[in-house]
């Protein structure tokens, strides 16, 4: 890719600066069995001002590693990059199986088809809306394993690299 893609349009990769690589503005999270929940603060004017602290000390650019069914919140995003001048780069993917949403049914789902949904929102946008994302990610691993199912998401999210060229 010849561009970053972020919350509000591509960039040219020389104009990002300096850049946080892995932050999670807007993050919700339970894994399957109801334990190990994760929530951030969800006020968007506090984020701002962090994010305008973050401006003023020569921040430019931060990266949203949030996945799908995490807290995502795209347009979100796009207001805060706004209103602060930061540039944000928003995600596809999902994490961990602990925190795979049973509404997704990965555990049904070959892995084109896994692939299909993230490419549907690199194409498209994130949950109806046309914030696209400009990295696949955060996919991990949740013990000192892959697991079968993570493994599907692994190689669909390779799949997916390979069809855009986005970052993995």
């Not at 490419?119 to 892959?146: K, Y």
């Amino acid at each position: 890719m010849n561009e970053i893609r972020t919350v509000t349009g591509p960039v040219e990769p020389a104009e990002l600066g300096f850049t946080l690589p892995h932050e999670h503005l807007h993050l919700e999270m339970w894994n399957s069995d109801g334990e190990g929940s994760v929530i951030q603060i969800d006020d968007d004017e506090v984020l701002a001002a962090e994010l305008e602290a973050f401006r003023e000390v020569g921040g430019t650019c931060l990266v949203d590693q949030t996945p799908r069914a995490a807290g995502r919140q795209p347009d979100r995003l796009r207001k805060l990059s706004e209103a602060t001048g930061v540039r944000i780069v928003a995600a596809t993917g999902w994490y961990t199986e602990p925190y795979y949403p049973a509404a997704d049914q990965l555990d049904r789902i070959p892995v084109p088809q896994i692939s299909e949904i993230m490419l549907e929102e690199i194409a498209n946008g994130i949950g109806g809306t046309d914030v696209r994302p400009g990295l696949i990610g955060e996919i991990g691993a949740s013990q000192n394993w892959v697991s079968p199912l993570e493994e599907k998401v692994h190689r669909a999210a390779a799949r997916a690299q390979v069809a855009t060229g986005l970052p993995l």
